[in-house]
């Protein structure tokens, strides 16, 4: 049971990248699943996150309006759109499955309650 992420690189500041989370071993069904970024010295983030019961999604204020949470539940793929990047932006990006049992606004920030962690995509933008 794993999710990985990829889509990751390097783009300068205004630009767009799309990552993607590919689940191996098990289906989203009665998941949701969350992306969090991790930039050095920095504690992990929650970023984004969308349920698989009624699609539901949520956004940090730091990327709302600019990066969009979606999935393909029969390709068991959740895509995380990336557009107006910024410096800030920078990190390790990972996605993670938690059972959807709390309000995204919640769930989002119970890290511990997430597991199948990839190993993450580095994203990095550029001034």
């Known amino acids: 049971v794993q999710l990985q992420a990829s889509g990751g690189g390097l783009v300068q500041a205004g630009g767009s990248l799309r990552l993607s989370c590919a689940a191996s071993?098990?289906?989203?069904?009665?998941?949701?699943i969350g992306w969090f970024r991790q930039a050095p010295g920095k504690e992990r983030e929650g970023v984004s996150c969308?349920?698989?019961?009624?699609?539901?999604?949520y956004y940090s204020e730091s990327v709302k309006g600019r990066f969009t949470i979606s999935s393909d539940n029969a390709k068991n793929t959740v895509y995380l759109q990336m557009n107006s990047l910024k410096p800030e932006d920078t990190a390790v990006y990972y996605c993670?499955?938690?059972?959807?049992?709390?309000?995204?606004?919640?769930?989002?920030?119970?890290?511990?309650?997430?597991?199948?962690w990839g190993q993450g995509t580095q994203v990095t933008v550029s001034s």
């Open positions: 993670a499955a938690a059972p959807d049992i709390y309000p995204l606004r919640v769930l989002v920030h119970r890290v511990s309650d997430f597991g199948s």
């Open positions: 071993g098990f289906s989203f069904d009665d998941y949701a």
């Open positions: 969308i349920s698989s019961t009624d699609g539901s999604t």
